[in-house]
């Protein structure tokens, strides 16, 4: 198991200096400036309106991160396996609700499904894991060595990228009595990690969603921290 920093892992604010980030929307000229219109400034940007967040999903080959994002994005389980080449990215629009007062926070997440293979772990290229906002780690409940494992590939993350939000997924919860986890488990890694973690079923949906907003959530916290105060946030404007 390689050896954390001694201080642990601190959250890390999602980098602005790259693709994904805080994104403001443009501001509208008022009446007087170039193609003005009356009450104009009345709509113009005051705060961000989208962030657009690089998640990875990594762990070890066989955990079912392919399956997750099957669920999450089109709802659909199938219970054959195809080993991920290289990296699949996947989009999928969100609504983060930014406590305490729910504000709804657009999120565009381009989601990494990233190779679980040992043997080509050495071959994953720093592309894969640059910029990164948030990691979504999984671990198989029926294989304890996955949940090991997952120290290994989130300091492959950070030695590429800032440290970014962990979100700890032991997939495969339905299958109860091969289980070879349970909370007693994961929680201690999850404290290592500074990350929470969720017990899910690709095959079932159960925990899918939350997964993956409970991640949201913390890069739009972190992100919107840097950026400024969420209570001044609105939702996105269309025109």
Not at 33 to 46: F, L, N, Q
Not at 50 to 79: H, M, N, P, W
Not at 155 to 168: H, L, N, T
Not at 177 to 190: I, T
Request: with cysteine; charged share 20%.
């Amino acid at each position: 198991m390689p050896v954390l920093r001694s201080n642990g892992r601190p959250i890390a604010v999602v980098p602005q200096s790259v693709k994904y980030g805080v994104v403001d929307a443009p501001s509208v000229s008022g009446a007087g400036g170039p193609k003005g219109r009356p009450g104009a400034r009345a709509v113009a940007a005051t705060g961000p309106r989208l962030l657009k967040a690089k998640v990875c999903l990594v762990g070890e080959a066989a955990v079912g991160k392919t399956s997750l994002i099957r669920r999450y994005v089109l709802d659909q389980f199938d219970d054959s396996y195809l080993a991920t080449i290289a990296a699949k990215v996947t989009k999928k629009n969100v609504e983060i609700l930014m406590p305490p007062e729910g504000t709804p926070v657009s999120m565009e997440m381009a989601i990494w499904d990233v190779m679980g293979q040992r043997r080509f772990r050495e071959l994953l290229a720093d592309a894969y894991f640059a910029g990164v906002s948030g990691i979504l780690a999984v671990a198989d409940v029926t294989r304890k060595q996955t949940l090991d494992a997952l120290y290994e590939w989130i300091d492959r993350v950070d030695m590429v990228s800032s440290q970014a939000p962990v979100v700890i997924a032991v997939n495969k919860a339905d299958l109860t009595e091969a289980a070879q986890l349970g909370e007693s488990d994961v929680a201690p890694v999850a404290r290592t990690l500074k990350g929470r973690y969720l017990m899910t079923s690709a095959k079932t949906g159960a925990g899918v969603d939350e997964a993956f907003q409970v991640l949201g959530l913390r890069i739009a916290e972190h992100a919107l921290k840097a950026h400024g105060s969420t209570s001044s946030i609105t939702p996105p404007i269309l025109k």
